[in-house]
């Protein structure tokens, strides 16, 4: 299927037009491949957040929460093999100085070699030999700038769960099988950065480490991919749009036993936006070795020894938020006019209702008013009384926002308002006192 760029940039200028995505630093040029979030995008990741944390940590008694640091102990990295093999081969042009990843499908010829052409300037046999460039970025604690005080921004959110794996486990007093969860930031120095915010520097991760005893690895890899795939169902994105990839034998990493990608069929392709992993003992074992402390766990009813098993799930916030805004957008025709309309399932629409009076006199704004304060406090709504009805709707659409009421000459006799629906584009009068309680079932969901 050819790639749809046409819907990219419309999505690109939406996000900024609105308020979900800006780039970081605009005023100063942008700084590459990093985003800021605005107004609208905020609410949305961090309803993707919560909706996360909810499944993993609230609502199972086998799953304890975590917050680890960005900066760790540099050894981890060592033990984790970030610093021996987190590396993409580069090759450097001599002659204009760009840098490319050595797979970069616009080289011609082979780098290192005279024939090969330099994809930015065109001159030939200015390319090295592909070199390895390591993905982490560095920087210094203390205030001397030397070796000895290098320190990684974590690549992944990831390691922090492994080196607390003794410590949350006789906190809360778990047996195994247990799982830690994480929501946190992770850095990549990425070479070939892009499709706005798919592939960036700079971005969050929510992440699940699921301890196991050997042996029973294979089931619970089998349950967890079985968990996120019907999770992202949940969030209402279209299931043709989806699937699993399973890692062949030359893409598993080398501590994987078993992994599997799942993956969006995203306006440039299909592409992964998490993976689910059977990382074996490899991590514990690794760190048990570099710290020199035991991490074996003593099964109480067995007496038996042994290293747990790590299945991972691990899924980018700003790649499934990329996800659904994708998945969100349509163009309409209504009334014959096109509207642009985010349909975010409602649970994670980043305002949950607007508050429009239909006209600014005859006690209409005073009451919407009062009904837009009344709904703040449960709910992240808006109020809009700028414009015509129809381009408030309209406005409201771009935004993704389900429920749209307005308030109008019956309202102020009644005290009924009307409700319309984003999709439907029904309308149903409701008493302006039940707003809370008919929203909340709405929202349930
Ligand atoms: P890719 O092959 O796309 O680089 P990966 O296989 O290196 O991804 P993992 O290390 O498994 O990715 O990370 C898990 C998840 O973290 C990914 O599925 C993705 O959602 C997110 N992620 C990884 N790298 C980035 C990035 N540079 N920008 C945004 N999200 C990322």
Known sequence: MPADNNLMEKLVSLAKRRGFVFQSSE????LGSVWDYGPLGVELKKNLKERWWRSMVHEREDIEGLDAAILMHPKVWEASGHIAGFTDPLVDCKHCKNRFRADDPRIKGTPGEPDAQCPVCGSRGTLTAPRLF???FKTFMGPVEEAAAVVYLRPE?????YVNYLNVLQASRQKIPFGIAQIGKAFRNEITPGNFTFRTREFEQMEMQFFVKPGTDGEWFEFWKAQRMEWHYGLGIRREKLR???HTTEELAHYAKDAYDLEYEFPFGWHEFEGVHNRSDFDLSRHQQFSGKKLEYLDPATKERFIPYVV???????????????DAYREETVEGETRVVMRFHPAIAPLKAAVFPLVNKDGMPELARRIFDDLRRHFNVFHDDSGSIG??????????????ITVDGQSVG??????????TLRQERVAGDQLVSHLGDKLKM
């Open 27 to 30: 005023i100063y040029g942008g």
């Open 134 to 136: 390591n993905l982490m």
């Open 157 to 161: 959110t990831a390691q922090g769960i």
């Open 244 to 246: 699993f990839h399973r």
């Open 312 to 326: 991972e799930t691990s899924v980018g916030a700003d790649r499934t938020a990329l996800v659904v805004m994708c």
């Open 391 to 404: 381009r408030r709707y309209r406005r409201q659409d771009e935004a993704g926002t389900p429920y749209g």
């Open 414 to 423: 009644d005290g009924t308002v009307t409700v319309r629906d984003r999709d």
